[in-house]
């Protein structure tokens, strides 16, 4: 009998079933979509904070001292490298799938055409390396420096096989100078001569506007520094700063064992630092701070921005439930007052109400979760021209939240169920 009166009840009042349920699939699908992308928006957001720049830079640790006390403004002057050979090291550690991408420097001083003395700064463009791993890797300048701007020419393609006798000059620098893509020009450092056919001019917009960029070997032989580096430019997947990665930064030996583990074991930037500071020799690895601050901060507000859209979507939901529900309570008086008038108690009634509109919930509910999905991916595709994963947690989290509008939902129309009277509603007062 309390199936037929479910069946009795959808067969009759279908249109309201069908509303509750496109509302209630409404409210799920947007809950389902926001969640999806607020779970997997860090990396996103992450990758696209990427494109502007690295977050990490390893320099030597002698260089760190005399920077702090002197001011150096990032200058090596202390005579101390790094090693050329023990760049693979950074792809080892225990967050190596965080780290994107990076490439060292080295910055000498040459006179160009034998006239003024220029920066030559050596670096990776698109280098191809062979980790220690197995893996491999392109790393370099042009995917960590994608915001300068190519005036003349291209950039320097590591992976071509052409000559290497190759350098691209700043904007400032060729202006003052008088370079020109296809150019030929002669640097003199310290100990050795190159010259080097100019294959692009870039405006940066900063100070490598007046430098001159070079393979990593051929600022090596004019600064005679060869296996040496001045500093390593690291790009990393974090995640926002805490507590506990503030005192861990601050000193890590402060940490508990248990605190210890935790930090090393979730992608903290100072995590990511004190690990790499284990693999390459005589380093210190520091967060560029304006970057790792802006990472977490732009997170937190989208992740916020996500969490207010799904409960504005959940309560807009609840309120077009009530109203729905109340509706169907108020055409179904005289029904229910006839089965108060038989002796049905209200527990029964209540439970018969409930469970319609939480079967019509589940339809609706379903229907919006793959909707949801779907919504996640145009967003994903649109916004980070991504796919979007879809977390297994998503599922319960929807289904509980669907369960509690739909509740908070029928409240006000279960009340008005309570409090009808059998003598009242049957004789139309």
Not at 14 to 36: D, P, Q, R, V, Y
Not at 291 to 310: P, R
Not at 330 to 359: C, D, F, H, W, Y
Request: hydrophobic share 50%.
């Amino acid at each position: 009998m309390f199936l037929r009166m479910i069946l009795r009840a959808f067969l009759r009042q279908w249109k309201k079933m069908a509303m509750i349920a496109f509302t209630i699939a409404l409210g799920s699908s947007l809950a389902t979509a926001m969640l999806c992308v607020m779970m997997d928006v860090g990396d996103k957001v992450n990758q696209e904070l990427k494109t502007y720049g690295a977050n990490i830079k390893v320099v030597p640790k002698d260089a760190s001292i005399i920077n702090e006390l002197y001011d150096t403004d990032g200058e090596n002057m202390s005579g101390a490298y790094l090693r050329e050979d023990e760049l693979g090291k950074i792809k080892t550690i225990f967050w190596a799938f965080n780290i994107v991408d990076y490439a060292p420097f080295i910055s000498t001083n040459a006179s160009l055409n034998g006239g003024d003395e220029v920066t030559v700064t050596g670096t990776w463009f698109n280098h191809h390396m062979e980790l220690p791993t197995g893996e491999t890797l392109d790393a370099g300048v042009v995917s960590m420096r994608s915001w300068w701007e190519i005036i003349a020419g291209d950039w320097i393609d590591e992976q071509n096989g052409d000559d290497r006798d190759v350098a691209m000059v700043g904007k400032a620098l060729a202006e003052a100078n008088g370079i020109k893509v296809g150019d030929t020009i002669d640097l003199k450092g310290s100990s050795g001569e190159k010259s080097l056919l100019v294959s692009a001019i870039f405006d940066a917009g900063g100070d490598e506007d007046d430098q001159v960029y070079v393979y990593l070997d051929t600022a090596q032989v004019l600064a005679a520094l060869d296996g040496k580096v001045d500093s390593i430019e690291v790009s990393a997947l974090t995640t926002p700063d805490n507590e506990l990665a503030e005192k861990a930064a601050a000193d890590p030996s402060s940490l508990s064992i248990a605190q210890k583990e935790t930090w090393l074991c979730t992608a903290y930037v100072s995590a990511i630092c004190y690990q790499i500071q284990e693999v390459i020799t005589d380093s210190v690895a520091s967060a560029v701070r304006q970057v790792a601050d802006s990472e977490g901060e732009i997170l937190n507000k989208t992740q916020l921005l996500m969490m207010l859209i799904t409960v504005l979507s959940l309560v807009g939901a609840a309120l077009g439930i009530c109203n729905l529900v109340t509706a169907s309570v108020m055409e179904r008086a005289q029904e229910i007052g006839l089965m108060k008038a038989i002796g049905a108690q209200n527990p029964s009634i209540t439970g018969l109400v409930l469970t319609e509109i939480l079967l019509t919930a589940i339809i609706g509910g379903i229907a919006g979760f793959f909707a949801g999905i779907g919504f996640a991916q145009i967003i994903g595709h649109s916004v980070f021209a991504s796919a979007i994963s879809v977390r297994p947690m998503v599922i319960p989290i929807v289904a509980v939240l669907v369960f509690i509008v739909t509740l908070i939902g029928c409240i006000p129309a279960i009340k008005m169920l309570l409090g009808l009277r059998p003598t009242e509603v049957l004789h139309g007062r």
